[in-house]
């Protein structure tokens, strides 16, 4: 068991999403009594084991379904109900609790907006992640500690790097047609938040472009064009604030943005 538990802080630690299933009650004849736990991981790979056969099975298809949720889940299955029935007969009670390494913020572009961005997003709880196809503007002294700088062409590392949910993405690179390409390649992803920089004149452009390449405007309307909330803003850093509060918001589904006055 110590090592189980060893395992998990190991998994926080390198910000692995996974999710632990532990045997919270059984009844009857079971091939795992109470305290047995797995780790299963998005890939339906597991470690450790709550009883094999098909109560496994079944126990990693829905902690995959935890872990895309989001959400704990406490859930009985009658061995013999299972679509490959076990023969033990008894029944076993199961917690699923997902565990995820934070939010995720990866800004595409570290020129002066995305250096902005950066600092303040990470006070704000996000881990860090800046790419740019531009070695010489990652340069450490201009972003947190903990922020990963990656030098790379923007399509190539979208394809070689698994987004979900759990992702928020800032568009400000350097030139419109990168903007517009990015953006293209997060259409259909599911992410948390998928923002892009851009004025008024620019955003319809990018998006008469892609409704031209067959986009629909419900897919088109999930994306943050003109990022940021208006502030009035226009210096990197004010941008960087009005970006990071919308963020704020869309985390905590705030709907109306509304100023707190002391009474």
């Not at 934070?102 to 992640?129: C, K």
């Not at 948390?192 to 892609?210: P, R, T």
């Not at 941008?239 to 918001?249: G, K, T, Y």
Request: include cysteine.
């Amino acid at each position: 068991m110590g090592d189980l538990y060893s395992r998990i802080a190991e998994l926080i630690k390198i910000k692995k999403t996974f999710c632990v299933i532990t045997v919270v009650d059984s009844s009857g004849a079971t091939p795992r009594k109470a305290g047995a736990r797995g780790i299963v991981f998005p890939d339906g790979s597991i470690e450790g084991t709550v009883g094999g056969g098909s109560i496994e099975l079944t126990a990693i298809s829905d902690a995959i379904d935890a872990m895309k949720s989001g959400n704990t889940m406490l859930k009985q299955y009658p061995l013999e109900s299972l679509e490959d029935k076990m023969s033990c007969g008894g029944s076993m009670t199961l917690y699923f609790e997902p565990n995820f390494p934070g939010h995720r913020l990866t800004i595409f572009g570290g020129g002066h907006v995305g250096r902005a961005i950066a600092p303040v997003a990470a006070i704000a709880g996000w881990q860090v992640t800046v790419v740019d196809q531009r070695e010489e503007v990652l340069e450490e002294k201009f972003f947190p500690g903990d922020a990963r700088l990656i030098h790379s062409d923007y399509a190539e590392y979208i394809k070689s790097t698994r987004f979900d949910s759990h992702d928020w993405i800032v568009i400000v690179t350097p030139q419109h047609k990168f903007d517009q390409d990015v953006l293209e390649m997060f259409i259909d992803q599911k992410c948390a938040y998928l923002g892009m920089m851009g004025s008024d004149v620019k955003v319809k452009e990018v998006m008469d472009n892609l409704q031209g390449k067959g986009y629909t405007e419900d897919q088109l309307s999930g994306v943050y064009a003109p990022i940021g909330l208006n502030i009035g803003r226009e210096t990197p850093g004010e941008i960087a604030i009005s970006v990071v509060a919308q963020m704020l918001s869309v985390l905590n589904n705030v709907k109306e943005i509304t100023c707190l006055r002391q009474r």
